[in-house]
């Protein structure tokens, strides 16, 4: 049985050339970096090394880049902390209502705690119009959190224009780019946005770790605490291993990005062409045009997702019935509710998302089990039936 990835949203395979750059840093350099003698100084040299290559690459300042344990752990620290060490400004904060769950829960987690929380209503296509957060944004604001690109949907915000709002009316600005570094260009200094949070494990990177990026001057509440790592705000032995590898994983993937978004986009773009025109009775999720190459998300009418994922799954194809942070619960998609999808289309949704290594075969391959998936899935499907007349469920 032929096997496809079509999970790369989720998580990417380590790019070899990563992994071998990584290699030595478990077995032969692997002193602590933050001891004294030789072996750890050795280790402090190559993150020290790492943080100044990341720092080049986005165009920002070393002392500006943080180490965390990935996006959820960057997410949680940019808006509690914030939050927490702002709240003299004020007790209110902004998020798009179609935010990753990292997100999502820590500013419930803030609304128990006293916050205010305001959950930004995207258009239906999962934008966040810049008129929305100038209607909501007030005095005592503190914080606003918005995606570069949507996990679920691949809409891409309009990132420097709502960072400007939150500036004019003294708020700081937060944008969770874990979906968007590697994948499409992402101007930290362009955009002025005051905390960047990415992933090493979406650009073929290891899984965990990943950095906050905290603009000079900006100083939000630790989050991690116990030691005097980075800069004494987050406690915690550096894992200098995955360090190097995230900075490899970045130089690699930001060098190879124009070529591998053309390839991506060409594959998704056939295989949504294709969907369409073979199967009845679907909807394309997200913006067609401010969209990331890789991803495809559909509803399907008249059955559930997560039979079909199965289905496919059978068939060895891997792909997701939304963000695989939410994989185990049977709750339909907030992101897709946002943008006002009817709940049983939203039951009935998939995300396709490719990489550099999908090929023509894969998609073919995709295609033809997809289509063959649903026409068997609509047809045990009492719903399908009714829907074309059968008398029999009526």
């Known amino acids: 049985m032929r096997k496809v990835y079509l999970d790369y949203s989720a998580t990417t395979p ?23 003698h030789g072996f750890g100084r050795e280790g402090a040299k190559a993150v020290d ?23 959820t752990e960057g997410d949680n620290w940019a808006l ?33 705690n006293g916050f205010r929380v305001t959950y930004l209503a995207p258009n239906d296509k999962g934008i966040i119009n810049p008129e929305t957060l100038e209607n909501a944004i007030t005095d005592d604001t503190s914080i606003v959190s918005v995606m570069t690109a949507n996990n679920e949907i691949g809409t891409v915000q309009p990132i420097k224009e709502l960072c400007e709002i939150a500036h004019k009316h003294g708020s700081l ?3 969770d780019a874990v979906q968007a570094v590697g994948s499409i260009p992402v101007d930290i200094s362009g955009w002025n946005v005051d905390l960047l949070t990415f992933s090493a494990h979406k650009f073929y990177g290891p899984k965990g770790i990943g950095v906050l990026y905290i603009k000079s001057g900006v100083k939000p509440d630790k989050i991690v605490t116990g030691g005097h790592q980075e800069r004494s705000m987050r406690g915690g ?5 995955e360090v190097v590898g995230l900075a490899t994983a970045l130089e690699i993937a930001l060098s190879e990005m124009s070529e591998n978004s053309v390839k991506i986009r060409k594959l998704r773009d056939r295989f949504v062409e294709s969907i369409e025109s073979k199967i009845p009775y679907v909807v394309y999720n997200g913006d067609r045009k401010r969209r990331l ?30 963000s695989a942070c939410s994989s185990g619960s049977l ?6 509710l946002a943008t006002g999808l009817p709940i049983e ?8 998302s490719f990489g550099k290594y999908t090929t023509d075969e894969d998609v073919d391959y995709t295609i033809e089990s997809v289509v063959k998936a649903v026409n068997d899935l609509r047809a045990l499907s009492p719903l399908f039936s009714e829907f074309k007349g059968d008398k029999k469920y009526v």
Not at 14 to 36: H, I, Q, W
Not at 237 to 241: E, L
């Open 173 to 175: 600005f937060h944008t």
């Open 331 to 336: 709750d339909p998609s907030h992101v897709l």
């Open 49 to 71: 090394s790492a943080r100044r290559k990341i720092a080049e690459l986005l165009k920002v300042k070393p002392t500006e880049i943080y180490f965390t344990s990935g996006g």
């Open 14 to 36: 380590v790019d070899e050339r990563v992994f071998e750059k990584m290699r030595p840093y478990f077995t032969e350099v692997f002193g602590n970096a933050n001891s004294l």
């Open 293 to 322: 190459p890789q991803n495809a998300n559909f509803a399907f009418e008249f059955i559930e997702g997560e039979s079909l994922l199965l289905r496919l799954d059978m068939a060895g194809i891997a792909c997701s019935s939304g």
């Open 80 to 112: 509690k902390g914030t939050a927490s060490a702002y709240s003299h400004k004020g007790k209110h904060i902004i998020v798009s209502a179609i935010e990753h769950a990292a997100i999502i829960h820590s500013a419930r987690q803030l609304e128990k």
């Open 237 to 241: 032995t550096t894992n200098v291993p």
């Open 345 to 352: 289309k939203a039951h009935g949704s998939i995300r396709f």
